[in-house]
């Protein structure tokens, strides 16, 4: 019983985060799994998801190895992915897929924004883009890649090409 209640706590925390997915995704279900967790109900707390963990939201896909929910004054601040590699699937409003891999995926709430790092690639039907850092604003769409000594690649297909 302690063991579902802390999932569902985590399930509640994650649900403060609907920029990750599809904003229709945000009054669906969220399904969450793993091998272990340790959760705390405190307002300034961490709470950790380890081994397998699969995180399920509408559209939103998430797997990684450990997951790390951050909460400062009762409000969820920031959520760590971390896997090798964690990965991050979601369907935007205009209708396409969207696949984030790295070794670590920082989410911050406040600022909506998420830091990639470690052998990242972002996929999507018109390109991809691979580095070690890359930034992503969700309200403005914006990547910013690089500055951290490695290079970072861009593939961009034309409009009319399929997206193989």
């Known amino acids: 019983m302690r063991h579902a209640s802390k999932l569902l706590l985590l399930?509640?925390?994650?649900?403060?985060?609907?920029?990750?997915?599809?904003?229709?995704?945000?009054?669906?279900?969220?399904?969450?799994?793993a091998d272990r967790t340790d959760a705390q109900l405190g307002?300034?707390?961490?709470?950790?998801?380890?081994g397998n963990v699969r995180i399920r939201q509408g559209t939103l896909e998430v797997d990684a190895?450990?997951?790390e929910v951050h909460r400062a004054a009762g409000d969820t601040n920031r959520i760590v992915l971390t896997g090798a590699p964690a990965v991050l699937r979601q369907v935007s409003d205009a209708g396409e897929p969207m696949e984030a891999n790295a070794n670590r995926i920082?989410?911050?709430l406040a600022d909506e924004t998420m830091m990639l790092t470690g052998n990242v690639v972002i996929t999507q039907p018109r390109g991809t883009l691979r580095g070690e850092t890359?930034?992503?604003?969700?309200?403005?769409?914006?990547?910013?890649?690089?500055?951290d000594g490695a290079r970072v690649q861009m593939r961009i297909?034309?409009?009319?090409a399929p997206a193989n």
């Open 43 to 50: 307002d300034d707390s961490v709470s950790v998801l380890e």
């Open 134 to 147: 890359v930034k992503y604003d969700i309200n403005t769409g914006r990547l910013d890649g690089g500055g």
């Open 106 to 108: 920082v989410y911050m």
């Open 11 to 33: 399930a509640a925390l994650l649900a403060a985060a609907p920029v990750l997915a599809k904003s229709s995704d945000r009054n669906q279900p969220m399904d969450i799994s």
């Open 65 to 67: 190895q450990r997951a």
């Open 157 to 160: 297909l034309p409009k009319t």
